[in-house]
């Protein structure tokens, strides 16, 4: 009974928030871009288990390709430091062993969202809650 009701109300619910938000969100609620470590330095784990993509893989139109952090360890406030992982490449491990990622300063990368949740996003407003 009571998800039927929040299904209902789950898009005038998330509506109504996005018509609080200001037009230029603060960078709590900004979209997390910015080198490996600043992305991976905001989270409460250091980014253990979080998927990310280097945002010029999408520029190249290249599809279902992140890695999967495992550890890191930050330097200079979250701005520098070393991060470990597995990479994913076109949805297959190609990295049997924990692998150094490297490029992580010079990079820009974001949250990995794939296709198949990107749809389900667009067109289901309730995923969000």
């Not at 929040?6 to 603060?26: M, N």
């Not at 990295?95 to 010079?106: F, L, N, T």
Request: hydrophobic share 35%; net charge positive; glycine share 8%.
């Amino acid at each position: 009974m009571f998800a039927s009701l929040a299904r209902r109300s789950a898009p005038s619910v998330a509506q109504s928030i996005q018509r609080l938000l200001p037009k230029d969100l603060p960078p709590s609620l900004a979209p997390k871009i910015g080198n490996l470590y600043e992305v991976l330095s905001r989270t409460p784990t250091g980014g253990v288990g979080k998927k990310v993509y280097q945002l010029r893989w999408k520029g190249k139109q290249i599809e279902d390709c992140y890695w999967v952090v495992t550890r890191s360890k930050f330097k200079c406030e979250g701005k520098h430091g070393k991060a470990w992982g597995h990479l994913y490449w076109k949805g297959k491990n190609v990295s049997p062993r924990e692998e150094q990622i490297r490029g992580a300063i010079v990079y820009v990368v974001s949250d990995f969202v794939s296709f198949e949740l990107k749809n389900i996003a667009l067109t289901n407003p309730a995923y969000y809650l």
